[in-house]
């Protein structure tokens, strides 16, 4: 069982930076695959980046890549996001989330079903 709770969001102008981070509780964070996920008004929820357990692989998705930087801290017990660049379209409510799942190339994370638990929000809005 994992628990995970989002903090960092808020507003910024565009070309700015935001640190998103998500907490969690449970002993099976350090063997989890991570990622974030990022869900717009009128949208369906989509990918935005993930990293395996130890941190030695991370996958972005296009849109963000170039930009934003997913690490952990094992010790913990949190994920990160890092966007910088920020544009109005990266306006969304980001949702952390962990996947039970193991033993695939990260690039297969990208699916909300590979994940089993989510966090409850944070919202990121990029002004123009």
């Known amino acids: 069982q994992v628990q995970l709770v989002e903090s960092g969001g808020g507003l910024v102008q565009a070309g700015g930076s935001l640190r998103l981070s998500c907490a969690a509780s449970?002993?099976?964070?350090?063997?989890?695959?991570m990622g974030w996920f990022r869900q717009a008004p009128g949208k369906e929820r989509e990918f935005v980046a993930a990293?395996?357990?130890?941190?030695?692989?991370?996958y972005y998705a296009d849109s963000v890549k170039g930009r934003f930087t997913i690490s952990r801290a094992n010790g913990k017990n949190t994920v990160y996001l890092q966007m910088n660049t920020l544009k109005p379209e990266d306006t969304a409510v980001y949702y952390c989330a962990a996947s039970s799942r193991r033993g695939y190339s990260i690039s297969y994370y990208t699916r909300l079903y590979d994940y089993g638990y989510w966090g409850q929000g944070t919202q990121v809005t990029v002004s123009s």
């Open positions: 449970g002993r099976t964070f350090s063997s989890s695959v």
């Open positions: 990293i395996s357990w130890n941190g030695g692989s991370t």
